[in-house]
């Protein structure tokens, strides 16, 4: 289960990055060190959605029922996601790994782009509903 979740999430991640590259300062979309910054976020990004699978299998015990969004664990992983990206965003900032440009929009009050904090509270929860939902299909290998 974990690398077809690994599979899900670093592409979902990967589009995602790239999709916002260009309200990135810097970053010219497709251009090969684009593509590797991007790549390099989309694997910390599934290595994030991996490890809140992770907790949900410590705590529940059970790989299917991790994998389903019942409303508290839509607002714990949405909420995970902001506070973890967030933090992240400001640090990355801060140390100049990136740096936005005008065009990104930004929340007034935690001093952060919109997206990346969209990102991680929306992409799990959707890796996790992709997952769950094409895991056991007819003919899908149900080894979970």
């Not at 590259?21 to 060190?33: A, E, I, Q, V």
């Not at 976020?41 to 969004?69: C, E, M």
């Not at 967030?86 to 640090?91: G, Y």
């Not at 992409?123 to 992709?130: M, Q, R």
Request: glycine content about 8%; charged content about 10%.
């Amino acid at each position: 289960m974990a690398g077809r979740t690994f599979v899900i999430t670093f592409t979902l991640n990967v589009a995602w990055e790239m999709g916002q590259m260009s309200l990135y300062r810097g970053m010219k979309p497709l251009s090969p060190h684009s593509v590797m910054f991007c790549s390099l976020a989309s694997v910390a990004d599934a290595g994030y959605t991996l490890f809140l699978l992770w907790i949900g299998r410590r705590i529940l015990r059970n790989s299917r029922r991790a994998l389903l969004l019942t409303a508290f664990r839509i607002v714990y992983i949405a909420g995970s996601g902001v506070i973890t990206s967030v933090i992240v965003e400001r640090v990355g900032l801060r140390a100049g790994l990136w740096a936005y440009n005008s065009a990104m929009p930004k929340s007034p009050w935690l001093c952060v782009g919109i997206l990346p904090v969209l990102q991680l509270a929306f992409l799990p929860l959707l890796t996790f509903y992709v997952v769950r939902r094409f895991s056991f299909l007819p003919g899908a290998q149900n080894r979970l």
